[in-house]
């Protein structure tokens, strides 16, 4: 076990934990990941029974990275033969449509990184198929990567943490905690069934219409175990 795969398990571990605390007898069946092994290595060994869908949207960016300008028409036609076989709705489809890429790629794309990257994607034909025995599961972590870019601003303005590992923990909690209780706007609201925000999802109530009331009412149940009526 690598030192990344180390770190990596002992962040999960404290997001089992607490899962754990909120459903005693959670068990995901699926986890979205990007191709890095020690990410993945890591979701396996703390849940065992997981299975572990790669992100497509990740593999889409890989093969972007490598398109030069030289290269932009090739890799305009490979984006598309990529996202058709994204958009694939049976395994026979999707096996067809990775197979044009690689024989396209093959017989038209000059020897480049980006030709590797290609023909990268297709090796990860397995691991696409997996996408269409899990219908339910994400297929890409862009909704993770939005939480991410908030992270990392959070960090630049926090002036990369200058402080102690608990300081810093803390600090991004506080960050989790208002993220989650802040409200939706309007629009994304009447869209979720007028679910205000992350909070009420999970909880399903709320103890007070004001953002701010309803995280301290939250916070003081769940310390004392008080009960609050919910609107």
């Known amino acids: 076990m690598d030192s990344h795969e180390v770190s990596l398990m002992s962040g999960y571990q404290c997001f089992k934990d607490e899962a754990l605390l909120v459903k005693p007898d959670y068990e995901p069946r699926s ?5 890095w092994f020690a990410t993945q290595n890591a979701w396996l060994k ?4 997981i299975q572990v869908i790669e992100c497509f949207l990740h593999a889409f960016l890989k093969v972007r990275d490598r398109a030069t300008k030289k290269m932009q028409a090739f890799f305009v036609t490979a984006s598309q033969k990529i996202w058709n076989a994204y958009r694939a709705e049976s395994k026979r489809v999707l096996a067809q449509q990775i197979r044009r890429l690689r024989e396209w790629t093959n017989k038209t794309v000059v020897d480049c ?5 290609f023909l990268k994607f297709c090796k990860k034909k397995a691991k696409w198929m997996k996408h269409l025995d899990f219908q339910s599961a994400y297929r890409t972590s862009n909704m993770l ?7 990392k601003k959070h960090k630049i303005n926090s002036q990369m943490f200058h402080s102690t590992t608990e300081a810093t923990t803390l600090n991004f909690r506080a960050l989790a905690l208002i993220h989650n209780f802040s409200p939706y706007s309007p629009a ?3 869209s979720k069934e007028n679910i205000t925000s992350p ?19 939250s916070a003081f ?11």
């Not at 986890?31 to 191709?35: E, L, S």
């Not at 990184?113 to 990257?117: A, D, F, L, Q």
């Not at 009420?200 to 109530?205: A, I, R």
Request: aromatic share 10%; net charge positive.
């Open 46 to 49: 703390l849940f065992i029974s």
């Open 199 to 217: 909070a009420q999802k999970l909880n399903k109530k709320v103890f007070a219409q004001d953002w701010l009331e309803n995280l301290i009412l």
């Open 221 to 231: 149940r769940a310390k004392f175990k008080y009960h609050c009526n919910p609107l």
């Open 145 to 151: 990567d939005r939480l991410m870019r908030l992270m």
């Open 113 to 117: 990184p980006m030709k590797e990257s």
């Open 188 to 190: 994304i609201s009447k």
């Open 31 to 35: 986890v979205n990941t990007d191709g």
